[in-house]
């Protein structure tokens, strides 16, 4: 049987004397404080080509959907500029505190529930950052720079090298298109095309967001990259209280794998050792360098390319695959594991509950809003007549998805007259607006203050009542 041997040693460990950290502080840091670069060497096999389906349906996804329209309107938008975020077809205002909370349960939850049961399937399979830097950078990288050896070799050499240069600048380019994308999410595709067609002098704004952006992208994916799995992403620090024994994770078999040994030495000694020969190719192929025989550890985001690397091993040596597999500690430690646990009952149970909630509330939502405001400055003025003027501010958003044009009427305003210089008020579909109503009323007519009522209609089957309390002389303010 022909031995495996790795093309490197494991990455460098400095022993800096008295002072200095002893052990692994993280597995992207050297004991001395200084970043270890991960060269993770790719690792090709049955879950690579899943996860390159999957990847390339996600780019496909992230970057049609929002030129993608339902109902007039953008299939994602969030716009947090304007606070106003739609989903396929449904937009959300600040004012729906209600449904927005509920939405954003309903998320928490289910990423609750695929958590507990898949465990961190979304950090390996769908996060953008796992996306974009395994599918897209890793690979132009690996064009450039060559394979994980080929990769050492050039940090080790060091100083100038123009392919590195050449790289960056396509890390660039590709950073911009990026941050073009992910900024059309939030303003959308129509802004964006504004913003790319016009001088940056008549945008400027929009110019500093698109570059900073920019910038930010070529620092994560050139530079910072597993750190953000490994320090920044709050995800990976409560995985530990959403997943259970039961949970799926990528896990390396103890029972199956000890005593570790190369295979030389079986050969040599004849030794009875278990499957795994020490030759540490998950450990090569792992994109946050940690070594899954050490356990569940919290930056393993389960990108499955241990199990690929583990896997042709055990093909080289004539052994069954699944050394290193997708299992849960539970059916590790007793042979069997439960999918029905309290956790993953009541979570679906939640879902149901405030999902449906949701759905009845968006469904029922009126098609516009009609808030009535005092003007601004004095509440009300008297002229010498005695003829008193209030000021009223209404405001108008319509929800539906066409133009509307809004008529207003007074009622319960005897001896009132009014003056509304927009009516009917034209409102564009999902906008708002604004428009200012005065109230004249003869002498006598408040007595301190009186209500009336503000009708609007937009003559297709909405009409709203507002009441509205005008003041005038001995109103208690
Ligand atoms: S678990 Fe598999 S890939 Fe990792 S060192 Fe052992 S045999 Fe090699
Ligand atoms: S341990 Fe395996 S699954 Fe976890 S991050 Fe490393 S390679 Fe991916």
Redesign the pocket.
């Known amino acids: 049987m022909s031995a495996i041997v790795p093309d490197l040693p494991p990455p460098p460990l400095h022993d800096n004397g008295p002072g200095t950290a002893p052990g692994r502080v993280l597995s992207t840091l050297n004991e001395d404080g200084s970043r270890r670069w991960v060269r993770?060497e790719l690792?090709t096999g049955h879950f690579h080509s899943k996860r390159l389906v999957v990847a390339w349906l996600l780019i496909a996804a992230f970057v049609g959907l929002p030129f993608v329209r339902i109902g007039g309107k953008p299939a994602i938008l969030l716009d947090v500029l304007h606070r106003r975020f739609t989903f396929f077809g449904t937009t959300f205002l600040p004012t729906d505190t209600v449904l927005l909370m509920l939405l954003m349960l309903t998320i928490f939850l289910t990423i609750f529930l695929l958590t507990a049961l898949f465990g961190r399937v979304w950090c390996?399979w769908g996060c953008p950052q796992t996306v974009y830097m395994e599918f897209v950078f890793r690979p132009i990288e690996r064009l450039f720079d060559g394979n994980r050896s080929k990769q050492i070799a050039a940090d080790e050499k060091g100083g100038f090298q123009p392919k590195r240069l050449v790289k960056f600048a396509v890390f660039a380019i590709l950073s911009f298109l990026v941050a073009n994308v992910f900024l059309a999410w939030f303003i959308g595709v129509d802004e964006l095309r504004h913003w790319m067609n016009h001088s940056p002098v008549e945008h400027p704004a929009g110019f500093a967001i698109v570059a900073t952006t920019t910038v930010l992208m070529f620092i994560d994916f050139a530079w910072f990259r597993e750190q953000m799995c490994v320090v920044v992403c709050p995800y990976a620090r409560i995985q530990a209280a959403l997943l259970d024994k039961s949970s799926l994770i990528?896990a390396y078999d103890v029972d199956r794998g000890e005593p570790r040994g190369k295979l030389q030495r079986v050969a040599t000694q004849d030794l009875k050792i278990g499957d795994c020969i020490d030759c540490k190719a998950?450990?090569y192929?792992?994109?946050?360098?940690?070594?899954?025989r050490e356990g569940l550890?919290m930056?393993?985001?389960?990108?499955?390319?241990?199990?690929d690397?583990c896997d042709a091993v055990m093909d080289k040596i004539k052994k069954p695959r699944g050394l290193?597999r997708y299992t849960s500690q539970e059916r590790l430690a007793k042979g069997a594991g439960r999918i029905l646990r309290t956790r993953v009952v009541l979570y679906p149970l939640a879902i149901l509950i405030i999902g449906s909630a949701l759905g009845y509330l968006a469904s029922h939502r009126v098609p516009a809003e009609v808030t009535l405001l005092r003007g601004i400055g004095a509440p009300f003025t008297a002229s010498t007549g005695g003829v008193v003027t209030n000021q009223v501010r209404l405001k108008i958003h319509n929800r539906t998805n066409d133009d509307r044009r809004y008529r207003m009427e007074l009622r319960d305003a005897d001896g009132m007259k009014w003056i509304a210089p927009e009516n009917p008020l034209p409102v564009q579909a999902d906008h708002a607006e604004t428009t200012t109503i005065f109230v004249e009323s003869q002498p006598g007519v408040i007595q301190g203050e009186k209500t009336i009522v503000v009708h609007v209609d937009d003559g297709s089957g909405f009409t709203a009542d507002v009441p509205f309390r005008l003041l005038g002389p001995g109103a208690k303010l």
């Open positions: 993770p690792a390996g990528v998950c450990v192929t792992c994109p946050t360098n940690i070594d899954i550890q930056e393993c985001i389960s990108c499955t390319q241990c199990i690397a290193v």
